[in-house]
């Protein structure tokens, strides 16, 4: 990744020309520095692609995602797969409820637990929803990582956030 950004701010009264790039010191070596500048254009396509089309959040495509590809999960599993407390989830599970994506359903093999499930709406835009991530991953891939270059960013970014 380039560390530097190609164009500065230029004052009204300067030339349009082309600056010397900006250089970002000791921030070109910072790991947190460089995803949170791709977090930028990451987002941003996130709101394009599926936020806006799809009336979600990040973290409400996350759980419809995760929910979708294990089916029935107890909302302690999906807090943790998430990386979110309990009471942000609680939270989430009920706007979600309220939507008519999701359910909460007693736990078979448990009847003091619950599960969380899809609806048939649920599904449905989860399919929709994760056409467009492909749609999206797209995008933010052409022209700027490889198929390698992208594989290898999302393994990296796993052993990140996975603390390896």
């Known amino acids: ?3 530097r950004q190609p164009l500065i701010a230029m004052e009204d009264d300067e030339a349009p020309t082309r600056a010397a790039p ?3 010191g000791p921030l070109s070596g910072i790991v947190g520095f460089h995803i949170a500048r791709a977090a930028v254009t ?3 396509a996130f709101e394009t692609f599926i936020g806006k089309p799809f ?4 973290v409400e495509f996350s759980l419809l995602m995760v929910v979708q590809a294990n089916g029935a999960l107890p ?3 999906l807090a ?3 990386a979110v407390t309990a009471p942000k989830l609680t939270v989430l599970l009920d706007g979600l409820q309220q939507r008519g994506l999701i359910l909460r359903e007693r736990n078979p093999d448990d009847g003091r637990s619950q599960h969380v499930v899809l609806t048939a709406r649920g599904h449905a835009l989860a399919h929709e929803a994760a056409a467009a991530a492909q749609t999206m991953e797209h995008a933010l891939q052409d022209q700027r990582l490889s198929s ?3 594989a290898m960013l999302i393994e990296l970014l796993g052993k990140l956030a996975a603390g390896r």
Request: glycine share 0%; net charge positive.
């Open 1 to 3: 990744m380039n560390a």
């Open 22 to 24: 900006v250089s970002f």
């Open 42 to 44: 990451t987002y941003r």
């Open 55 to 58: 009336e979600l959040k990040k």
């Open 75 to 77: 909302p302690k599993r």
């Open 80 to 82: 943790r797969a998430l």
């Open 148 to 150: 390698a270059e992208h």
